[in-house]
């Protein structure tokens, strides 16, 4: 800050001298002491300030201030009823501690875990500097319980009769059901499909039930065809098989013949 | 095992074989042929009669409990001779091809110093222990105006002997045999050091469990209101040991247990065992009640005497006045889907001379609601152990309870009740905008 105001006259010493003949009768000693201290510098006239570390000022620098609330705080008030899992206090850290009858979520949230009365209290023998949330089960008990006494639970419960076929029928294994008397029967399972015929089917591809390939390659036998035993001299019979063959053959490429001479004849 | 041993150890039973024969015995003259092999040769040679047993001693004579190694010579001590080998194998290996000197004279000069250096000491304590006796026998025998009246004679005395008692102990505390003994399971607990040791070592792990145990499974402040155990108290259905707070399984529990209780005080005194369930389930009152399964008392323990057999207190008890057992015991039972129930089992040390009457204590005592706190009131007891086992409904439960006579009770079912959802109060509309 100071530099400028000093370079200031030392700045029109210089133009002085360059501009006039004079020599430097007019300029002043003070004004020399300036310009020796320059030389010594080597800071260029042309740089006029110097920042220093400071903090950011704009932008997002210093956080929103002003965010949504996050509703925290109490949710039921002291002496109100609440039932297991009613929250009873949103807080950020542990402000509050759950005591008899509470429990504290993940978030700090301190809830209720049975059905009574909430209780603002502090406990000296617990811990001498925190407060905790508790539920009293009657509203007329305060809050802490004297430390030796038996603790006082709600059993929450309903004794039911059950009828004992319904009451001890368990499944233990496949197929297998134990009974109220304790006697094993054995259970059809129909999860697979029959054949009309009464034979098993599996599944095949694309989902689809089929014969299985043992039940096809019986299914010659099943149907009684016989096949005549091959005679390794009977030559009758095996021109009679090749001469069947040829034909079967021949109509064969008779079929692919026409097909094809079909297609090469449009090409001509 | 030595290389040198194993090597030799065939030609050894070969030898043996050669030996026998020279003894001349009649059945054994037969299987002479068979030089090298040590093993029966039809299934008869197995089969041991008893004329046969006593030469087959005379066979392996050389087996010594204290140094057998070998699976087969093992089993040989334990089948013919009935013995049981001692220690691992291999510190019976390592005891084979020591020179057996005792354990005081060992030949090492650093050893020798040092156990001069403790004997010493030991010397030392003794003497103290002396005077420490006579001092006390002298105070007992001033009078009580010249030692500043009887309260402050009495705190004096008890002072000394906790004086004597602390001397006792370091007396013996530096002896490696003791320590030896302590480790081996082999102490004598009428003297003070073992029962020290022993207590010492209960407190380091075994009681911080079992304190761990109790409030964990609230038996403070559900039955009692503090408690400091003294004594260890191990439960056990026949071989069964049952860790403090484990689950047991309600055919095991039908019968009375068996407690090993160690106390680590010095001197016989009478305890009372009483069983108690904190975990009734009351319908109509919607909480809790206690049931007693067990009571017995009188039970005289000392630091040796360790077993009480629940069941087994009255066998040979005949005069029925002298009876232990106040209440029987009760099999422990849990309804389907109750709630696991704890069963805690109390020793509590009767005060001196305060001989309890059971039959009076069995008249007048009612199972259900049963309340600890007002009977140790009442009978003057102090607790001194603690252990506690679990029970819970399981495929054996429905016939222990018609054994129990609580066959109606099979088929009820504990369900959880439903919490009625609190109202839902609509906020008026404007917080909505």
Redesign the interface.
């Given at each position: 800050m100071l530099l400028p105001r000093l370079l200031a006259p030392a700045r029109v010493a210089i133009a002085s001298s360059r501009s006039s003949s004079i020599a430097l009768a007019a300029s002043s000693a003070h004004t020399f002491e300036v310009v020796r201290c320059i030389a010594a510098n080597p800071i260029s006239p042309a740089l006029t300030f110097i920042r220093h570390a400071s903090h950011q000022t704009q932008g997002r620098a210093n956080g929103a201030k002003d965010g949504p609330g996050k509703r925290l705080g109490a949710k039921k008030s002291g002496e109100e009823y609440v039932i297991p899992g009613n929250i009873i206090f949103r807080q950020r850290g542990t402000g509050w501690f759950a005591g008899e009858n509470c429990a504290m979520g993940r978030d700090h949230t301190i809830y209720a875990t049975e059905a009574g009365f909430v209780k603002y209290y502090r406990d000296p023998l617990k811990h001498p500097n925190r407060q905790y949330i508790g539920v009293a089960l009657k509203r007329t008990e305060s809050l802490p319980y004297p430390p030796n006494a038996a603790r006082r639970r709600r059993l929450n419960m309903l004794a039911v009769q059950t009828s004992p076929d319904t009451a001890i029928t368990t499944i233990i294994g496949e197929g297998r059901i134990l009974d109220g008397d304790m006697t094993v029967k054995e259970t059809k399972v129909n999860a697979m499909p029959r054949h009309k015929s009464g034979k098993e089917l599996v599944m095949g591809k694309n989902y689809a039930f089929r014969e299985a390939n043992w039940q096809i390659g019986r299914a010659a036998e099943n149907a009684g065809i016989k096949v005549r035993p091959f005679i390794p001299g009977d030559r009758f019979r095996a021109w009679q098989k090749s001469a069947a063959r040829k034909a079967a053959n021949a109509e064969k490429r008779g079929l692919r013949g026409k097909r094809g001479g079909g297609g090469k004849s449009k090409r001509k | 095992m030595a290389p040198g041993n194993h090597a030799v150890r065939p030609l050894n039973s070969c030898l043996r074989c050669v030996r026998q024969t020279g003894n001349g015995n009649a059945s054994l003259v037969a299987n002479s042929a068979r030089f090298l092999s040590s093993t029966a040769r039809t299934p008869e040679d197995v089969q041991v009669n008893k004329t046969e047993k006593v030469e087959r001693v005379d066979k392996f004579p050389e087996l010594d409990p204290a140094t057998v190694v070998g699976k087969r010579d093992e089993r040989r001590l334990i089948r013919f001779r009935g013995v049981m080998p001692i220690g691992s194998r291999r510190r019976r290996a390592a005891l084979q091809n020591s020179q057996n000197i005792p354990f005081e004279q060992l030949p090492y000069q650093c050893f020798q110093d040092a156990r001069k250096v403790l004997q010493e000491d030991r010397q030392e304590k003794i003497k103290q222990i002396e005077v420490a006796r006579l001092r006390i026998a002298n105070l007992q025998a001033q009078d009580e105006a010249i030692s500043g009246g009887k309260q402050a004679k009495e705190n004096r005395l008890r002072s000394m002997y906790n004086r004597l008692e602390e001397l006792k102990i370091l007396a013996d505390i530096n002896d490696p045999v003791v320590k030896k003994k302590h480790e081996d399971g082999e102490e004598d607990m009428n003297k003070p050091i073992y029962r020290y040791l022993a207590d010492k070592q209960w407190r380091q792990y075994r009681r911080k469990i079992l304190e761990q145990r109790i409030s964990q499974l609230?038996l403070?402040?559900?039955?009692l209101?503090?408690l400091d155990p003294v004594a260890e108290v191990d439960l056990a259905f026949g071989r069964r040991k049952i860790p403090h707070g484990d689950f047991v399984d309600s055919l095991i529990s039908e019968r009375a247990p068996r407690l090993k209780v160690q106390v680590f005080d010095k001197g016989e005194r009478l305890v009372t065992v009483v069983v108690v369930d904190?975990d009734v389930?009351?319908?109509q009152?919607?909480?809790?009640e206690y049931r007693c399964h067990f009571i017995a008392s009188n039970i005289p323990i000392s630091p040796t005497s360790t077993s009480i057999a629940l069941n087994q207190l009255d066998l040979k008890v005949k005069d029925t006045t002298a009876k232990h057992i106040a209440l029987p015991w009760l099999p422990p039972t849990v309804?389907?889907?109750?709630p696991y129930h704890r069963l805690a089992v109390f020793l509590l040390r009767q005060a001196d001379g305060n001989v309890i009457d059971t039959a009076k204590v069995g008249r007048s005592t009612k199972r259900d609601g049963f309340i600890l706190r007002s009977f140790i009131d009442k009978q003057r007891l102090t607790p001194v152990g603690v252990t506690v086992f679990r029970t819970k409904w399981d495929d054996n439960m429905a016939s222990v309870m018609q054994r129990a006579g609580l066959g109606d009770q099979?088929?009820?079912?504990?369900?959880?009740?439903r919490?009625?959802?609190?109202p839902y109060k609509k906020k008026d509309g404007a917080r909505y905008r």
């Open positions: - | 609230n403070v402040p559900d039955i209101p503090h904190p389930p009351i319908v009152k919607d909480g809790f309804h389907k889907g109750a099979v088929n009820m079912e504990f369900k959880r009740k919490v009625e959802p609190l």
